[in-house]
């Protein structure tokens, strides 16, 4: 079956750094795009970044410069290291997989910027 761990998470003051992983099992990774996203209290999950199986990634325009995600199709891993963190990226962030006509979730990780 389908597993999304996300680790990394805790509390970084304005303008820390942290390293976000989405260890994964269950499906064939190299032939799956891998994505992060955030859910802030009261507002909607929200696309942050994918790494596409094709090699190409994208991320959302307000973390441009600060955010990049990448994968290690040999240990069926994604990350998303972050940089310059501000208080609105505080956030539970969850891995995810569209495989095989389904979404999959991990349990998120609390990423928390404040002073």
């Known amino acids: 079956q389908v597993q999304l761990v996300e680790s990394g998470g805790g509390l970084v003051q304005p303008g820390g750094s942290l390293r976000l992983s989405c260890a994964t099992s269950?499906?064939?990774?190299?032939?799956?795009?891998i994505s992060w996203y955030h859910q802030a209290p009261g507002k909607q999950r929200e696309l942050v970044a994918l790494?596409?199986?094709?090699?190409?990634?994208y991320v959302k325009d307000s973390v441009k410069g600060r955010f990049t995600i990448s994968r290690d199709n040999a240990k069926n891993t994604v990350n998303l290291q972050m940089n310059s963190l501000k208080p609105e990226d505080t956030a539970m962030y969850y891995c995810?997989?569209?495989?095989?006509?389904?979404?999959?979730w991990g349990q998120g990780t609390q990423v928390t910027v404040s002073s």
């Open positions: 269950g499906f064939t990774f190299s032939a799956n795009s």
């Open positions: 995810n997989v569209f495989h095989e006509g389904s979404n999959y």
């Open positions: 790494a596409s199986h094709t090699g190409g990634t």
